[in-house]
């Protein structure tokens, strides 16, 4: 009888183990992956009503997307409209945001003041010089400076009067992200507003396809039919 029981309480200590581990496994496993279901339904982003297409650092389009109704933007994309700084520290995992540079490194790499002006539309423009430096993870990036005037009736910033883009090797480049410890790097003009009459230096950053082909810099008006220009090529070598 005695060898009876101790079987009946083994046998149920094995069953006991056997639904913790039931019970207790998928929700350890949770913690690590998730399945969820994106919704894709050609979302739109617009800052201070101007359109922005979203694109990743080789100049692709990400679409937003949707799960269980919360709607998930890239951040590289959002940063770049609002003129953020973004860095990723791997030991914490989080994204840093920064309004603006502040730190005492300085870029590395060459830099170019020679400059290239215009008038585009209701705001006069110039590409004021480059500056050759990396991003937060040491790969080779631009710093772009511009300088614009709001000749307009209306309080505006660059990012909802003018569109600026770089290319190299004729492919356009996609936002590099800056450590923030760079002193040399100030994002936050470029979604500054300016009254009419005003003037203003930005400065966005572009990552390089490479560190020795030079880069063309372009400078448009925003939603406008006109097709003038403001271009300059700057060499990085």
Known sequence: MKKLNNLKWFSLGVAV???????????????????????????????????????????????????????????????????????????????????????????????????????????AVTIKGISVTTDYQSNPAVIVTYSWTNNSSNTLSFASALYAKAFQNGIQLGTAFISSSNSNYDSSGYIKEIKPGASLDVQIAYSLRDSKNSIDVEVTQLLSTDKTVVTKTFSIA
């Open 17 to 123: 183990c056997l639904l913790v581990s039931v019970l207790f496994v998928p929700a350890f496993a949770s913690s690590l992956t998730k399945s969820a279901d994106l919704v894709y339904n050609n979302i739109n982003i617009s800052l201070n009503g101007t359109a922005i297409t979203p694109t990743d650092a080789s100049g692709n389009t990400v679409e937003p997307f949707t799960i269980d109704g919360t709607t998930y933007l890239p951040v590289r994309a959002i940063a770049n409209a609002l003129g953020l700084g973004v860095s990723w520290d791997g030991s914490t995992n989080t994204v840093a945001l920064t309004s603006s540079a502040s730190g005492s490194s300085s870029s590395t790499g060459s830099t170019s003041s020679s400059s290239a002006s215009g008038t585009l539309g209701n705001y």
